[in-house]
């Protein structure tokens, strides 16, 4: 019994460490830890994550951000907001997870280097201009 409670507390940190999301692009990390890590360990997890109903508009115009697929992780999620991510030029790849059913307006509004989008089939409505990229020359 003694051997089996000195390996589970071996492998203790790993389990915690294992629930954290491992996020690629260091900005959208530290956009996602301000705003979500309730436990306020420094990271985001899963369960914090899965918790997030609205993401709002914090990553509009953001020009620093390249990438998020851990957006995926995000399954509390069912509305991708209009302007969520509005004006992230440099933004190449982004997950929406498979609870999305619905994209707002101008939600990817003048996302110029969106080259891999994955929307899932969840997703049966799309604002006007979700993925405009550029403005209307009169």
Not at 10 to 37: G, Q, R, T, Y
Not at 48 to 66: C, M, P
Request: glycine share 6%; aromatic share 10%; with cysteine.
């Amino acid at each position: 019994m003694k051997r089996l409670i000195t390996i589970l507390l071996s492998v203790m940190p790993l389990i915690a460490w294992c629930d954290n999301i491992s996020f690629a692009d260091a900005k959208v990390k530290e956009i996602c830890v301000a705003n979500w890590d309730t436990s306020g360990d420094g990271e985001l997890s899963y369960a914090e994550a899965e918790a997030v109903k609205n993401l709002g508009t914090i990553f509009k115009y953001n020009t620093d951000i390249t990438s998020f697929d851990e957006l995926q992780h995000f399954t509390g999620l069912t509305f991708i907001g209009g302007d969520a991510f509005s004006g992230c030029t440099n933004l190449t790849s982004i997950l929406i997870p498979n609870t999305v059913t619905a994209i707002g307006s101008m939600a990817f509004n003048y996302c110029t280097s969106l080259t891999n989008i994955t929307i899932p089939n969840t997703v049966t409505t799309i604002g006007d201009q979700a993925f405009r990229l550029y403005p209307n020359k009169d």
